[in-house]
């Protein structure tokens, strides 16, 4: 009974001071009750939505038929996986800011259009990575590609890594398939599954455009997933990414050493730099390993990091 008593006692203290909590919290609503830029701001936080997708929706030049129903389902989706990862978008525009200075000027020299510098993007997101069948570097480049196209590969030298000389080599892929199909938008599907799949697709279903034909399941998304980048990336804030400048990746200035002879141990060859060999690699990926056997004389170009930029610890 006293236990009762004084559960009861309890009980009603909560409820005296709720009451008067409400009734100040009342007091004071009444007093400053929300303005407009009050609910605006509740309701302007983070949310999920749909994307309102471009009408005019093209790939390099070529247009993208978003009136057929199947179509705009394959773009949307796109739109939506690539914007709400956005940490991954966020990354994406921070490296562009860094590698796209390399890479459109080599485009637009070869006469190969802009949009293609987001296919690099939706092959390795500009990262050197190496896929499972060793497709390699920014543009995935073969080991059997790369030599056909002149790129030195061996243990010690891998230019599929060079960004520069990858490029051009994609570039001279990207004019062939441009030959071959007529269309740069099929051209791209022809570099991500390669002419052999695009060949056969097109010979049993009796069709020449992409937008027409039931492809694989990467290939199907691809130039689909390169128009949802190229997109966000072009435009960041009406997709809600709020980035400045100050945001960016930056490259930083190098100047160029030419080598025409064997490097022993690219750690002290680092050190007359005042880098070390971390910094030189990072430069300089295409350089596979501790040394440069080099025995035939080759002539080199290695960048070396303009003086301070990076402050090494003693």
Not at 56 to 68: H, I, K, S, W, Y
Not at 223 to 246: C, H, M, T, W
Not at 281 to 289: F, G, S
Request: hydrophobic fraction near 40%; aromatic fraction near 12%.
């Amino acid at each position: 009974m006293k236990f009762l008593k004084n559960v009861l006692m309890v009980l009603g203290v909560v409820f005296v001071v709720g009451s008067l909590i409400f009734a100040v919290q009342h007091k004071a609503f009444e007093a400053n009750p929300p303005t407009e830029k009050d609910t605006q701001a509740d309701t302007n936080g983070y949310r999920i939505s749909a994307i309102d997708i471009p009408e005019d929706l093209n790939f390099a030049g070529e247009a993208v038929p978003v009136e057929d129903p199947e179509i705009m389902e394959r773009v949307d989706r796109e739109f939506l996986v690539n914007t709400y990862w956005q940490s991954n978008a966020l990354l994406l525009m921070k490296r562009a800011n860094k590698y796209f200075p390399i890479i459109e000027p080599i485009l637009a020299k070869n006469g190969v259009p802009e949009d293609f510098k987001y296919l690099a993007v939706a092959e390795s997101g500009l990262q050197q990575v190496v896929s499972p069948a060793g497709a390699t570097g920014f543009w995935q480049i073969m080991k059997a590609t790369g030599r056909e196209y002149g790129l030195e590969i061996n243990s010690n030298v891998d230019e599929r890594y060079h960004i520069a000389k990858a490029t051009e080599v994609a570039c001279n892929y990207i004019k062939r398939y441009k030959k071959k199909y007529g269309s740069w938008t099929l051209t791209a599907a022809a570099y991500n599954a390669g002419p052999g799949a695009i060949n056969k697709f097109m010979g049993i279903q009796k069709a020449e455009d992409y937008y027409d034909l039931l492809l694989g399941e990467e290939t199907g998304r691809y130039v689909f997933r390169i128009l949802a980048i190229k997109e966000i990336l072009s435009n960041p804030e009406k997709y809600g990414f709020d980035i400045g400048k100050e945001d960016m990746y930056n490259a930083i200035p190098t100047f160029r050493v030419e080598v025409d002879e064997p490097v022993f141990n690219f750690a002290d060859f680092a050190q007359q730099y005042e880098i070390n060999y971390k910094i030189l690699k990072r430069h300089n990926p295409w350089l596979r390993e501790p040394h440069l056997n080099n025995s035939s004389g080759k002539k080199y170009i290695i960048e070396i990091p303009n003086k301070g930029y990076y402050k090494l610890s003693k």
